[in-house]
């Protein structure tokens, strides 16, 4: 009989083997330290720059010598967000974001609904290049381009003439409210750059949204008699609602902060960005500056809180 060997001794392992080893064995051990590095970036960096924001939002500026007191404490800066010219702001902004928003909508739903229903292989691939194309250049690349298109003598006017539809051009800029002494310095030309400027960001949540919509469901309604129209609001738009609502998230909340495109674009109103940056740049007035940069916060949390009860994320 053949004289059996003794195994040889197991190497020695490691630390990293050692603790793979203690990872697998205890798997809320191994999703701790997944997690913790993140959350603790989160809860320091981000909750921790919220919490400075809203403490900087009680003290008070010290008019005389324009240096922040804070020894005490105050409600000042909230009450003043409720004089009528901040009020003003502050719905002039929330009214923008809204129309930049539902044109989003309008705009981005048939080119989502190509991408995903009919379009196939290169084509598909050629609408997601066109559709992110734009974000690869420069944010003010793009937003001094629109300038110049937009200007008096610029390609939109142009081509208005030539189509001698010149006159809507001039009805436009002197509908009061919304027009200006040319598209590039008038609240129409605000709005036109937001929706461009916002508009991949809704495209792409609806085109996911209604690849997820199985094609049975259309081809059922179509064969219990719905026509086109019903189909659409009975079956496909409830579905897209979702992705709907998480494009209108970001068109809302990225117009509701932005300070350079009405800065660039737009007449002599001011958005709730310009006032943030004037108040804490230019007056150097940093706790109203603060308070009022809580006020993009509080809409976009009252607009979750509308949109979950409506159900808008029930099939997130």
């Known amino acids: 009989m053949a004289e059996t060997l003794p195994l040889a001794p197991p190497a020695r392992r490691g630390a990293l083997r050692r603790l ?11 999703l701790a330290a997944l997690l913790v590095p993140p959350l603790l970036w989160f809860g320091v960096v981000y909750l921790g720059s919220l919490f400075a924001l809203l403490a900087n939002s009680f003290f008070a500026l ?9 020894s005490t404490l105050t409600l000042k800066n909230f009450r003043d967000l409720f004089d009528p010219a901040n009020l ?3 719905w002039r902004t929330v009214l923008m974001a ?6 989003c909508t309008v705009i981005a739903f048939p ?13 598909k691939a050629l609408l997601y290049i066109a559709v992110m194309l734009p974000l690869w250049s420069s944010y003010l690349v793009r937003l001094y381009a629109w300038k110049l298109l937009l200007a008096k003598e610029g390609a939109i006017g142009w081509v208005l003439a030539e189509l001698h539809l010149g006159w809507l051009l001039d009805a436009l800029l002197a509908t009061p409210g919304i027009g200006g002494p040319s598209l590039s310095f008038s609240r129409l030309g605000t709005f036109v750059v937001f929706v461009y400027m916002w508009l991949p960001f809704m495209i792409l949540p609806i085109q996911a949204a209604i690849e997820r919509i199985p094609g049975s469901l259309i081809e059922a309604s179509s064969d219990l008699g719905a026509r086109g129209a019903t189909t659409f609001w009975r079956v496909v738009f409830p579905l897209a609602m979702p992705g709907i609502a998480a494009g209108s998230i970001f068109t809302f909340s990225l117009t509701l902060g932005d300070y350079i495109i009405p800065q660039v674009i737009g007449d002599s109103t001011l958005f709730i960005g310009q006032v943030v940056v004037r108040q804490q740049g230019v007056a150097g007035n940093i706790p109203f500056a603060a308070a009022f940069s809580l006020v993009p916060i509080v809409v976009i949390g009252v607009y979750l809180w509308f949109a979950k009860k409506l159900g808008a994320f029930d099939a997130l």
Request: charged share 25%; hydrophobic share 45%.
């Open 20 to 30: 793979s080893d203690v990872l697998y064995r205890h798997r809320a051990l191994a």
């Open 62 to 70: 010290d008019e005389f010598s324009g240096v922040v007191d804070r």
């Open 88 to 90: 003003d702001v502050v």
């Open 98 to 103: 809204t129309a930049v928003t539902l044109a």
């Open 111 to 123: 080119i989502a609904y190509t991408m995903a229903r009919y379009a196939r292989g290169p084509h």
